[in-house]
């Protein structure tokens, strides 16, 4: 699997535990909704700008949030 894949798989599942539709984070991440759909379907490579963002929105640090990445990556 790759990375951009289970960046999104994290992304997709920690945004709707918050209960956030794609469009609500982008307007709070001042980013746009399609590169929300574009990070969740591992279709877009995040920068550490956008991590930090978007970790900041979903209220988790950076590094718990790479950590879901990693243990996806471990998983398959």
Aim: hydrophobic share 40%; aromatic share 4%.
């Amino acid at each position: 699997m790759e990375i951009e894949v289970a960046f999104g798989i994290t992304l997709r599942e920690l945004r709707t535990k918050k209960k956030l539709s794609q469009e609500k984070l982008a307007l709070e991440c001042k980013l746009d909704r399609t590169f929300i759909s574009l990070l969740e379907r591992g279709l877009r490579k995040p920068t550490i700008n956008t991590l930090v963002i978007i970790s900041k929105q979903l209220d988790i640090k950076p590094s718990l949030f790479m950590e879901e990445v990693e243990q996806i990556l471990e998983e398959n």
